[in-house]
């Protein structure tokens, strides 16, 4: 049967017919994709943050590995480093249902829609796909952003214009989201919490528990001389380095130190750990493609033990 190859309407009478394939129990699943590859992207980040780099998008892109048409992290998401000069603009009209923004350094305001932010270090936002215009203050300032643009682009899809969306803007300032780490570390946790993190959602999706439809967030720390043990769940995760001395992450077995606003790449699926073997505690963010996963009851977290 699997040497049957692809078959063909034997006597197409249109073009939608001489368009049909077909496959066999044999030979349908046995497509081969390239591997997802863990990595760390740390140049992305230091030429983002680099003195006199211009204004503009840093990709996190691993397309060619993945044998993607457009740029890519994962599959399904597509992280980027942002950089807007001082009285610079950055005009983006992304091909993604939203994206998820992190503010690494310097301060500013972006317009979607009717609505403007006014953003500072530290700040979360989930905007809407499509059109965003981005105006730094007086310093440069570098951002980080997780989108679904791929998944997208596999479809062949537009977002959808900003006032016809269901995703509206949300914004949490960096002071909210440090005072409720700290009443999450005023806490015991619960017997099997997966770790200390704040979870980010909005009124929109709070059944849900995410920010975002597809996209799951949340910041996650780690106290010093700890680790998280080695577990493993069937989203894709970019991992951002917020904070941390002496601290390494490990993807099926492979040791990847933390740099300063690193990208790290978790592949769907693979073991992992995270590690902190320093004096302060760590503070990561991590974006991962869970809304699908837990929308199709799929996420299947486990620990595997250290």
């Given at each position: 049967?699997?040497?049957?190859?692809v078959q063909?309407?034997?006597?197409?009478?249109t073009?939608a017919?001489?368009?049909?394939r077909y496959f066999?129990?044999?030979?349908?699943?046995?497509?081969?994709?390239?591997?997802?590859?863990a990595?760390?992207?740390d140049?992305p980040?230091?030429?983002?943050m680099?003195?006199?780099?211009?204004?503009?998008?840093?990709?996190?892109?691993?397309?060619a590995?993945?044998g993607?048409?457009?740029?890519?992290?994962?599959?399904?998401?597509?992280?980027r480093?942002?950089?807007?000069?001082?009285?610079?603009?950055?005009s983006?009209?992304?091909?993604?249902?939203?994206?998820l923004?992190?503010?690494?350094?310097?301060?500013?305001?972006?317009?979607?829609?009717?609505?403007?932010?006014?953003?500072?270090?530290?700040d979360?936002?989930?905007?809407?796909g499509?059109a965003?215009?981005w105006?730094?203050?007086?310093?440069?300032?570098?951002?980080?952003?997780?989108s679904?643009?791929?998944?997208l682009?596999?479809?062949?899809?537009?977002?959808?214009?900003?006032h016809?969306?269901?995703?509206?803007?949300v914004?949490c300032p960096?002071?909210?989201?440090?005072?409720?780490?700290?009443?999450?570390?005023?806490?015991?946790?619960d017997p099997?919490?997966?770790?200390?993190?704040?979870?980010?959602?909005?009124?929109?999706?709070?059944?849900?528990r995410n920010?975002?439809?597809?996209?799951?967030l949340?910041?996650?720390?780690?106290p010093?001389?700890?680790?998280?043990?080695?577990?493993?769940?069937?989203?894709?995760a970019?991992t951002?380095?917020?904070a941390?001395e002496?601290?390494?992450?490990?993807?099926?077995?492979q040791?990847?130190?933390?740099?300063?606003?690193?990208?790290?790449?978790?592949?769907?699926?693979?073991p992992?750990?995270?590690?902190?073997?320093?004096?302060a505690?760590?503070?990561f963010?991590?974006?991962?493609?869970?809304?699908?996963?837990?929308?199709?009851?799929?996420?299947?977290?486990?620990f595997?033990?250290?």
């Amino acid at each position: 049967m699997a040497a049957m190859g692809v078959q063909t309407v034997a006597q197409p009478a249109t073009d939608a017919q001489a368009r049909a394939r077909y496959f066999n129990s044999a030979n349908a699943f046995n497509v081969k994709l390239p591997a997802v590859p863990a990595r760390l992207f740390d140049t992305p980040a230091r030429d983002a943050m680099a003195a006199g780099s211009p204004t503009g998008l840093y990709d996190c892109d691993q397309s060619a590995a993945l044998g993607s048409t457009v740029p890519a992290t994962t599959p399904l998401m597509l992280a980027r480093y942002a950089r807007v000069n001082a009285g610079d603009t950055l005009s983006l009209d992304l091909r993604a249902s939203g994206a998820l923004w992190y503010v690494i350094a310097g301060s500013g305001t972006v317009a979607v829609g009717d609505e403007t932010i006014a953003w500072m270090p530290g700040d979360v936002m989930a905007l809407p796909g499509g059109a965003s215009t981005w105006r730094a203050g007086d310093a440069p300032a570098v951002l980080w952003s997780v989108s679904d643009e791929p998944l997208l682009a596999q479809f062949g899809l537009q977002a959808h214009p900003t006032h016809a969306t269901a995703m509206q803007p949300v914004h949490c300032p960096g002071a909210d989201i440090a005072a409720q780490l700290l009443k999450i570390h005023a806490t015991e946790p619960d017997p099997g919490t997966s770790g200390m993190a704040l979870v980010f959602s909005s009124d929109a999706l709070i059944a849900s528990r995410n920010i975002h439809p597809t996209l799951t967030l949340s910041l996650n720390t780690l106290p010093p001389q700890s680790l998280q043990s080695s577990h493993r769940h069937n989203a894709a995760a970019l991992t951002l380095v917020v904070a941390g001395e002496k601290c390494f992450s490990t993807v099926d077995g492979q040791a990847h130190d933390w740099t300063p606003w690193a990208t790290l790449v978790t592949p769907a699926g693979a073991p992992h750990s995270h590690h902190n073997a320093g004096p302060a505690r760590a503070d990561f963010l991590i974006v991962q493609d869970g809304g699908l996963h837990y929308h199709s009851r799929t996420m299947d977290f486990t620990f595997l033990g250290t």
